[in-house]
Antibody, heavy 118, light 106 residues
């Protein structure tokens, strides 16, 4: 059974940094791409970032390019999202999700809340 | 970026009724479209991918159709647990984008 468990959320001041983690179990990590998707309070879903199964490519939504970095530690089966220069509009629940066909998201974690506020 | 427009924003129905949700893309996504269900306080769940393929474990009352720019999700007979928010999502182009959602309420 595939399980994704996010952690690392919290309250951070504008301009600050935070690193989110997603612990992955029940699958061979290097066989699957992984995504981060976020949801602002009471709002819809927004895809944020993707890393290919072999780590060869990453993609980002324009609003986080240059500020967020997606990465993996294969030895620990952990997906990361390093976030810097945080803004109020980055406030959201951040979900990690397993990729399906480099197109969809077929397994989701429960999310971790990031609040950017002074 | 491809914009997905979902309609209606809210769908008020009763258990046992048929629900039809629509999703229109600002440009063709071929059949690279998925539908997700999200209940309050929960993560989204994949229902349909490639426009019409049911994901693993999804009941047969959920079906998807469409191609190009116009898609629909049909729930043939609403069960109480189906009242939730539904999102469409395109995987044709980067960035992958979601529609604004349709809330199915009693």
């Amino acid at each position: 059974q595939v399980q994704l468990v996010e952690s690392g959320g919290g309250v951070v001041q504008p301009g600050g940094s935070l690193r989110l983690s997603c612990e992955v179990s029940g699958l061979i990590f290097t066989n699957h791409g992984m995504h981060w998707v976020r949801q602002a309070p009471g709002k819809g879903l927004e895809w944020v970032a993707f890393v290919r199964s072999d780590g060869s490519e990453t993609y980002y939504v324009d609003s986080v390019k240059g500020r967020f970095t997606i990465s993996r530690d294969i030895s620990k089966n952990i997906l990361y999202l390093q976030m810097s220069s945080l803004r109020a509009e980055d406030t959201a629940i951040y979900f990690c999700a397993k990729d399906k066909g480099v197109q969809y998201f077929d397994v989701w974690g429960r999310g971790t809340l990031v609040t950017v506020s002074s | 970026e491809i914009v997905l427009t979902q309609s209606p924003a809210t769908l008020s129905l009763s258990p046992g009724e048929r629900a039809t949700l629509s999703c229109r893309a600002s440009q063709s996504v071929s059949r690279s479209l998925a539908w997700y269900q999200q209940k309050p306080g929960q993560a989204p769940r994949l229902l349909i991918y490639d426009a019409s393929n049911r994901a693993s474990g999804i009941p047969a009352r959920f079906s998807g159709s469409g191609s190009g720019t116009d898609f629909s999700l049909t729930i043939s007979s609403l069960e109480p647990e189906d009242f939730a928010v539904y999102y469409c999502q395109q995987g044709s182009n980067w960035p992958h984008t979601f529609g604004g959602g349709t809330k199915a309420e009693i």
